[in-house]
């Protein structure tokens, strides 16, 4: 990866606890990570930091580097959140306006609708449809908030974790729902020693899949560090995505004590392995056993379909329709929604243009509501 401006490569040498080596030159760096504190036992964490990755760092430019490193994309993709905490991947700077912002979000997005849906912003749907609200002329949506999240994950592919004990078929599932042999599927427990993650294409949609290590005791034969840590890094993975999807091994159900298919919001649990009752339409109405060798098509199917009802993109309000306005960050929906207090005209037409200005969410300068900005390109 490639690490350039002065304030992320400060972050960069922060980070590697060592300054830069000097322009042309290299170095070897270790990654580390200090274990994060867990809610509940702040404090009770031994001290102490744990290797992340080992690389090759080049310095090309005074403020240009070149960071080669073993790992996955996943750890990539922690080094860049350790970089630039607050953005997620191609997220704006903060005080653009909506359209600025947007036209910074497009090179970004990985699906087409997605990038239909950001081009309409870029364009002036929001402006549009929040200043004919903040006027009065138009009644708006019932809640900007809502709206946001209905888009966000066209936006931001969501991350979909499979987890579940060693065998339960997840990397048999993974490889099927991508339609590639990409993990190594065997009956030896602990295969999958390490986390896995592709883009995977569900009709408008695409979402981050994560194959995870399985669950084993701890005291089972050849469980070495690297599964640990991939069991690590599995947890942690399915803490922080918007679904988790839990398969539990049919053979170690007696019948009729199924699990919960909906334990709570962001986590759906599945019966895998059920070659006896895969094909059944009756023990299917729950949608909950699959049958990944017996019956691919109908577990690709009716898993697709659970990881979008599960990420909430299959109301009225999800995917992309055109010409719609959508406030593509959580604040610009929370300042919009914020704006009802105030009654429709002048007063909302000044906080909402200072929203879509980025004047800080409406604390800024007042700006005249007749000349709206016209879109910057990408720069
Ligand atoms: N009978 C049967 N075996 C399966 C099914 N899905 C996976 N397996 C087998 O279960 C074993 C473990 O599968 P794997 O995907 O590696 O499980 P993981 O440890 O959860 O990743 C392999 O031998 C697979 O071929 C299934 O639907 N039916
Ligand atoms: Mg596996």
């Not at 090759?56 to 750890?75: A, Y």
């Not at 942690?236 to 398969?247: G, I, K, V, Y």
């Not at 649990?269 to 017996?294: C, M, N, Q, T, W």
């Amino acid at each position: 990866m490639e690490v350039s401006g002065r304030p992320y490569l400060r972050r960069l040498e922060d980070y590697l606890g060592r300054p830069l080596p000097g322009e042309g030159r290299a170095a070897l760096v270790r990654l580390m990570r200090t274990p994060a504190v867990q809610g509940g036992q702040g404090g009770q964490e031994p001290p102490g930091e744990e290797l992340l990755d080992e690389g090759l760092l080049l310095q090309r430019g005074v403020e240009r580097v070149e960071l080669c490193l073993h790992g996955n994309p996943l750890l990539v993709q922690e080094v860049i959140q350790r970089l630039d905490p607050e953005s997620g991947a191609g997220a704006p700077e903060k005080d653009l306006s909506v359209e600025a912002a947007a036209w910074q979000w497009l090179p970004h997005i990985e699906s087409e609708c997605g990038a239909r849906l950001v081009l309409d912003q870029a364009l002036g749907a929001l402006r549009r449809e929040a200043l004919a609200w903040a006027r009065g002329d138009v009644p708006g949506p019932p809640s900007w908030i809502d709206l946001h999240r209905a888009s966000a994950a066209l936006v931001r592919p969501p991350l979909v974790v499979l987890t579940g004990a060693s065998n339960a078929g997840k990397s048999t599932l993974f490889n099927l729902l991508l339609g590639e042999e990409r993990v190594v599927v065997s009956d030896e427990p602990g295969t999958t020693r390490d986390t896995i993650a592709a883009p995977l294409a569900l009709g408008d949609w695409i979402v981050r899949l994560v194959d995870t290590a399985g669950e084993r005791d701890p005291g089972s034969t050849g469980r070495g560090d690297a599964e640990v840590e991939g069991q690590r890094l599995g947890r942690e993975l399915s803490a922080r995505a918007e679904l988790t999807l839990e398969l539990v091994d049919y053979q170690g159900l007696s019948p009729g004590s199924w699990p919960d298919p909906t334990p709570e919001p962001g986590r759906r649990v599945l019966v895998s392995r059920a070659d006896a009752l895969s094909g059944d339409p009756v023990a299917l109405d729950g949608k909950l056993f699959i049958s990944a060798l017996r019956d691919p098509e109908h577990a690709r199917a009716l898993v697709g379909d659970l990881i979008l009802e599960g990420l909430g993109c299959t109301g009225p309000e999800a995917g992309w329709q055109a010409g719609r306005a959508v406030p593509l960050e959580l604040e610009w929906a929370e300042a919009l929604d914020g704006a009802r207090s105030l009654p429709a005209g002048d007063a909302r037409v000044q906080r909402v243009l200072g929203v879509l200005n980025g004047d800080s969410f409406g604390q800024g300068k007042p700006v005249d509501a007749s000349c709206p900005r016209e879109p910057s390109p990408v720069e």
